[in-house]
């Protein structure tokens, strides 16, 4: 009882994780944490925010009582950090920047993409415990040059207060979740972030872009065949048209999620194999089948490139 009102009093930092922002799994995670009640009991609230990580901006603090959880998320990875309540914010986000800062030189991000076991990046957790340290004593603090810039990024931007009832109860029950942040707009299931972009997926993306292009030039080619002549068919212009449409779009699908993302997708391939058996006439076989078959290929990594779900329950 005693080390739990002393640890309360002081101003000190008590833990930090690692975690990927995808799924909530932990890359990495201080291993020297202190065991009283009052910092088990937000160990708990780590594990409920992992889960939030994808629907959360990208700097906040979640106020527990005597604790403070802050964190900032950056290129899929988040760095989260408890410390006592009268801990100072600069040097709260001071200490997550350096941990980013390390993490990123260190590890490159197909690593961290393409971990599948919990804290495959233990390692790390001797830079956090020195990080931990030095920021545990300010006065040997070799950075104070550093927090003006931090100071006034923080009153520029100050972290979204996460607010309790936003994650629930601590059992796993966990409330509807929205957030509106600084005019960022509300961010709920209906704006979720996609899974990151593939190689395939960005290939995907530029060959969509090119057969919308070449219908759109096809097209122009068309509406001057009509003013020179009246042997050209109207009909093919809006093939044309229509199928530069449903290209554009199949990139948007690609790039945003949306509602009924996977019927869009599909109902927009089949918008563009009709364009192109209205346009047998003019182009060969070889054409039709490069149209179809980019069609499908975006159509297929729409498909694989779905919204970042829940996160599975990982002992955070």
């Known amino acids: 009882m005693e080390r739990s ?105 197909m690593k961290t993409n393409t971990a599948v076991r919990p804290y495959s990046f233990i390692e790390f957790d001797n830079f956090i415990q020195r990080t931990k340290q030095r920021y545990n004593n300010p006065r040997s603090l070799s950075t104070k040059i550093n927090l003006s810039d931090m100071q006034i990024e923080i009153k520029l931007r100050p972290p979204y207060q996460v607010p309790m009832c936003e994650l629930g109860s601590a059992n796993g029950v966990t409330s509807a979740f929205s957030v509106d942040y600084k005019g960022a707009g509300k961010i709920s299931s209906g704006h979720q972030r996609l899974e990151p972009a593939t190689l395939s997926g960005i290939v995907a993306f530029i060959l969509s872009l090119l057969c919308g292009a070449l219908n759109l030039i096809r097209g122009f080619h068309a509406i001057e065949s009509l003013l020179q002549s009246d042997g050209e068919d109207f009909n093919y212009i809006i093939a044309f048209f229509l199928g530069t449409a449903a290209c554009l779009y199949q990139c948007y699908l690609l790039v945003y999620y949306t509602g009924w993302r996977n019927v869009k997708s599909f109902l927009t391939f089949g918008l563009i194999c009709l364009c192109n058996m209205y346009l047998y006439e003019l182009r060969n076989l070889w054409q039709l089948f490069f149209h179809v078959t980019v069609g499908a290929f975006v159509t297929l990594q729409i498909w694989l490139r779905q919204a970042q779900g829940k996160a599975p329950d990982y002992d955070v």
């Open 5 to 109: 009102s002393l640890s309360a009093e002081m101003s000190m930092i008590l833990s930090a994780s690692v975690i990927r922002v995808r799924d909530g799994l932990p890359l990495s995670a201080s291993t020297d944490y202190e065991q009283n009640t009052g910092v088990q009991e937000c160990r708990k609230y780590f594990k409920m925010l992992s889960r939030k990580l994808a629907q959360l901006p990208d700097r906040c603090t979640l106020k527990t009582g005597h604790y403070n959880i802050n964190f900032i998320s950056s290129l899929g990875v988040s760095y989260m950090m408890l410390c006592t309540e009268n801990y100072p914010s600069v040097l709260a986000f001071s200490f997550l920047d350096e941990l980013q800062k390390e993490f990123i030189t260190t590890y490159n991000m």
